[in-house]
């Protein structure tokens, strides 16, 4: 058995979870999921970041202790992971013993090994990134973009990391590692940065300015830089592990791939002598109103209200079926509702409610085999055969979109099916023919709903285990046989009604055509 082992990024705790929060955890569950189902010993890590200048400022506008502060918002963060039927192993807070005490030891180790030095630096400072800045940085007119916030010029002494002398090594590590990040178009952004010579990375803030975080172990009037005390979360988790983090995964947004998890990251664990990550899996960024959903800007959703609407398996679905892993992805409820009533309540529901209707009025619940298949038949097995074949490949190179797109697909052709094979025609025949015509029947769409949702068990996993019940179905422990077109469901006693996804919502109105 292999080892998996996937992370999400772990969030700050400065605000409550929003919909891109929720989606990363959905994104990375649903890859943990098929992994398992590939066979693989997964450890799935998630957490919450809750050091550094954003935390301690919103404890202070509060009122209450930043500890107090890190507590109510990590719980919040940690009450929405079931509520999503995320299936993480464990959950890892940078204010925990466990973690600090590993950014204190590799601090201690890359100090003594020289790989950190105080100097004295005068330059700007934007206190809401919580970085250093350059002339690079500046806008072509001079000003300092606006995600820097307010920017001052400072002296201060402070603690560098040995950054630039491993600017060689890295380009050298992504050269030879060509699959490192996912889309490889990501990859090839971060060598093009890498054209450009790296600065030492500034890892100490002064306890005047900033008192919220890891202390120093060799200089108790610094904490540690946020992301230098963030990113060891991922190690920090899987210490006594070595062979887990030898598979480590990580999934991040694609602001925070450069320079924190291309750049700072793989020089670190290598100064450190640690193995480096598998791969970094970036995605893009759900948008609204042409704007990344964020708290600051005042446009995020709150994942529970959705999921209190229609389900966490709808949400989950919406999510993985819109968003292309890695491009950005615009929200609106309108397009939610489409998705939700056409693909799930009509394609998905209505196969399930036939499905059971018809096993229960013609076959007394107790769904029989196959008997005559014809070219109906055959043309929808020989979809199945081909939509099989791509799933696995689709789902290994994150293509969930598509890998669901193909399931529909063949859910829409099982429903067409039925309206051909009309059931409830053959149903009123006495002969032989039909009759062993319609027991075909029934068992041909009970074996598409099983296989359709074996497609999709790893998104929808609470709607598949309730299907997979009323069709009086286990499921195998091996995945792949799974999603053989088979006689499993032969003589298995069915429920007589399921409702899945209730509620369907009447759907927009298309603008009429415009008249020429
Ligand atoms: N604390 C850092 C990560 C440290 S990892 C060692 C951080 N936290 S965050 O709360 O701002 O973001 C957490 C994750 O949520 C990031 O991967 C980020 O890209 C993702 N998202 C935040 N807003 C998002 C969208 N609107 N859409 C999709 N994901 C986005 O960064």
New binding site residues.
């Given amino acids: 058995m292999e080892s998996f082992y996937i992370t ?5 705790v400065n605000g409550s979870p ?4 929720a ?2 955890k959905v994104l990375t569950d649903v890859i943990a999921r098929f992994r398992r189902q590939m066979g693989d010993k997964v450890h799935f890590l998630t957490g919450t ?1 809750e050091h550094g200048q954003k935390v301690q400022a919103s404890a202070k506008k509060r009122g209450i202790p930043p500890q107090q502060f890190a507590d109510e918002v990590s719980a919040e963060f940690q009450a929405l992971l079931p509520k999503l039927t995320i299936s993480n192993d464990d959950f890892i807070r940078t204010t925990q013993e466990r973690h600090k005490k590993v950014v204190r030891q590799i601090l201690q180790q890359l100090f003594d090994k020289g790989e950190i030095y105080k100097a004295e630096y005068k330059g700007f400072y934007s206190t809401r990134q919580e970085q250093f800045l350059q002339e690079k940085d500046r806008n072509p007119d001079g000003t300092w973009p606006e995600i820097f916030g307010e920017v001052t010029e400072i002296v201060e002494a402070n603690y560098f990391f040995k950054l630039k002398q491993y600017q060689d090594w890295l380009v050298e590590f992504l050269t030879k590692n060509e699959n490192f990040i996912f889309p490889a178009y990501r990859q090839k952004q971060v060598v093009e940065f890498l054209k450009e010579p790296l600065n030492d990375l500034c890892i100490s803030r002064p306890k005047e300015r900033l008192e919220w975080g890891i202390s120093l172990p060799f200089d108790e009037d610094y904490v540690t830089y946020v992301w230098f005390d ?2 060891l ?2 190690y920090a988790a899987v210490i006594d592990q070595p062979d887990i983090w030898r598979e480590a995964h990580h999934v ?5 791939l450069v320079p ?1 998890h291309a750049v700072y990251w793989p020089i670190m664990l290598h100064a450190a002598g640690l193995p480096i990550p598998k791969q970094l899996i970036v ?5 609204q109103r042409g704007a ?3 708290k600051s800007t005042g446009n995020a959703l709150n994942p529970l209200d959705l999921v209190a609407e229609f389900g966490a398996d709808a949400f989950r679905y919406f999510l993985i079926r819109e968003m292309n892993v890695g491009q950005d992805s615009d929200f609106t409820r309108e397009q939610f509702l489409v998705r939700y009533n056409s693909e799930l309540a009509n394609n998905l529901g209505n196969l399930v409610n036939r499905t059971l209707n018809m096993t229960t009025r013609f076959a007394g619940g107790v769904l029989p085999a196959a008997e005559v298949e014809e070219d109906l038949e055959k043309n929808l097995r020989a979809l199945w055969e081909k939509t099989s074949a791509e799933l696995i490949p689709l789902s290994e190179g994150f293509q969930f979109h598509t890998a669901l797109e193909r399931a529909m697909v063949f859910l829409t052709e099982t429903n067409a099916y039925i309206e051909k094979r009309a059931p409830w025609k053959l149903g009123k025949s006495t002969e032989e023919k039909d009759q062993a015509l319609l027991r075909t029947s029934l068992a041909t769409m009970a074996e598409a709903l099983r296989l359709a949702v074996a497609a999709m068990q790893h998104v929808i996993p609470t709607s598949a285990a309730k299907i997979n019940a009323v069709l009086g179905y286990t499921p195998g422990a091996v995945w792949r046989d799974e999603l053989v077109w088979g006689r499993k469901l032969n003589g298995a006693k069915g429920e007589s009604t399921l409702v899945l996804f209730p509620r369907p919502q009447p759907p927009e109105k298309a603008p009429a055509p415009a008249k020429s």
């Fill in positions: 999400t990024a772990i969030d700050y929003h919909l891109g929060h989606y990363e970041d963030a990113l979360n991922y991040i947004g694609k602001d925070i924190p995605h893009g960024w759900w948008m990344k959903m964020s």
